[in-house]
């Protein structure tokens, strides 16, 4: 659920599996851009280049010079501090500017916690630096370029999307290869027995608990959740947040401006949505492309956070109105849904505890690995979880060590 594409960070056998599944790809290029009118003073909308510390020419000139000013400091006097938490790895290096105008307020609405509060071991390929001769050559660009410009940067630049079925169909159709009997749908664990080595489940909301034995038990589901279920060892010091999903369709025309984005990034606090998707230009049959477009919205809060799906659902309405992206009397239909588990928090306590529970759970034959199995935001795309599954049926049984995912444990073969 959610805005996920296809696309892979050197994956080989992803790439087989996922083309060798789905018959009918649309690639995309990327073309997306960051919100950034708070810095300039402005109530509307006002785009820069993504990633935004690439569009530091195009800052107010105060901002402009300030980042200037202190990227050149970065660069002139290298610091071997390490940094503990992923606020000093911003200032580290980019400086308070772009950490008070971009980092922080974006951090802020995406995880739901202070970036101060949070390591900086997720990073790797997931936030972009800014070279100085990257830098150098952005400010030779003349303004019109820099306008236009998407910096090429990151693993999603070029992507695949299928045609037909939206991303769900990836999985469908992968699943429709495999025996029938492998797959227990609608089905529910309700508890975990690691002394019988089995579960106990229910079908189709039936009251009936069944029984399975287990040789091996792999688990995708939250790993807070299997340890509170298990009391293996005590609860787990992690954290998530939530993430609603909120849908427009629209009639055509599309908004002009919009025309060509495939997502927005918006770390203004006056909308709820961190970031908006344009799905309609993915594929030509969600929808109907001769008729409606569509805009999807990503709205995170707190766990606990008691804001309702439908606050959620007109308050991203209104942001969209703010924003000139939509008008209201163009909206033909909304759908909204609650993500309970949006993104698994890196944490400065993370890899501590999450190696706690490995520890704990791996002597048992039980291995926790996925999006929120693994607990590793840094490692949780489609293609990281695709991977985790084949690394670790590898290190099961050809006693070859995984290489993408990092329990903290001591290597371990078999």
């Given at each position: 659920?959610?805005?996920?594409?296809?696309?892979?960070?050197?994956?080989?056998?992803?790439?087989?599996?996922?083309?060798?599944?789905?018959?009918?790809?649309?690639?995309?290029?990327?073309?997306?851009?960051?919100?950034?009118?708070?810095?300039?003073?402005?109530?509307?909308?006002?785009?820069?280049?993504?990633?935004?510390?690439?569009?530091?020419?195009?800052?107010?000139?105060?901002?402009?010079?300030?980042?200037?000013?202190?990227?050149?400091?970065?660069?002139?006097?290298?610091?071997?501090?390490?940094?503990?938490?992923?606020?000093?790895?911003?200032?580290?290096?980019?400086?308070?500017?772009i950490h008070d105008s971009f980092f922080k307020p974006y951090m802020r609405k995406i995880w739901t916690i202070e970036t101060s509060k949070m390591t900086p071991v997720w990073v790797g390929s997931r936030v972009a630096k800014l070279p100085q001769e990257k830098l150098e050559s952005l400010c030779a660009m003349n303004k019109e370029d820099l306008v236009k410009a998407d910096f090429g940067w990151g693993p999603n630049a070029y992507f695949t999307y299928p045609k037909y079925g939206g991303i769900g169909a990836v999985w469908r159709q992968m699943a429709e290869k495999l025996p029938e009997n492998w797959f227990k749908y609608n089905s529910k664990v309700v508890s975990v027995n690691y002394h019988s080595k089995s579960i106990n489940f229910i079908e189709n909301n039936n009251a009936i608990i069944k029984t399975m034995d287990y040789d091996i038990l792999i688990n995708t589901a939250p790993i807070d959740k299997l340890i509170n279920e298990t009391k293996l060892c005590l609860p787990l010091n992690i954290v998530h947040n939530k993430v609603f999903i909120v849908g427009v369709g629209l009639e055509l025309p599309m908004t002009e401006f919009c025309e060509t984005i495939t997502w927005l990034y918006f770390p203004d606090p006056a909308v709820p949505f961190y970031r908006i998707s344009f799905h309609s230009r993915y594929d030509e049959v969600t929808p109907d492309n001769t008729k409606y477009w569509s805009v999807m919205c990503e709205c995170a809060r707190e766990a606990d956070d008691p804001i309702t799906e439908e606050e959620i659902r007109d308050q991203a309405v209104e942001g969209l109105i703010l924003k000139s992206i939509i008008t209201r009397e163009k909206i033909v239909s909304l759908y909204s849904k609650t993500l309970n588990y949006g993104y698994p928090i890196p944490t400065i306590?993370?890899?501590?505890?999450?190696?706690?529970?490995?520890?704990?759970?791996?002597?048992?034959?039980?291995?926790?690995?996925?999006?929120?199995?693994?607990?590793?935001?840094?490692?949780?795309?489609?293609?990281?979880?695709?991977?985790?599954?084949?690394?670790?049926?590898?290190?099961?049984?050809l006693d070859i060590p995984e290489k993408l995912y990092k329990t903290g444990l001591p290597e371990k073969r078999g």
């Open positions: 659920m959610g805005v996920h594409i296809t696309f892979s960070q050197n994956f080989p056998y992803y790439d087989k599996a996922i083309r060798e599944t789905v018959q009918e790809l649309n690639s995309l290029q990327r073309n997306c851009s960051v919100d950034m009118n708070c810095m300039f003073g402005e109530n509307g909308i006002h785009l820069v280049p993504y990633p935004a510390q690439f569009a530091v020419p195009l800052f107010p000139e105060k901002d402009k010079q300030n980042c200037l000013a202190e990227l050149k400091e970065r660069y002139e006097n290298k610091s071997d501090v390490r940094p503990v938490t992923f606020e000093d790895w911003v200032l580290k290096n980019f400086g308070p500017t306590e993370r890899d501590n505890e999450i190696a706690r529970a490995h520890a704990v759970l791996e002597p048992l034959n039980i291995y926790s690995r996925g999006r929120f199995g693994g607990w590793k935001y840094e490692a949780s795309n489609q293609d990281h979880c695709f991977i985790q599954g084949k690394e670790l049926a590898d290190r099961l049984f």
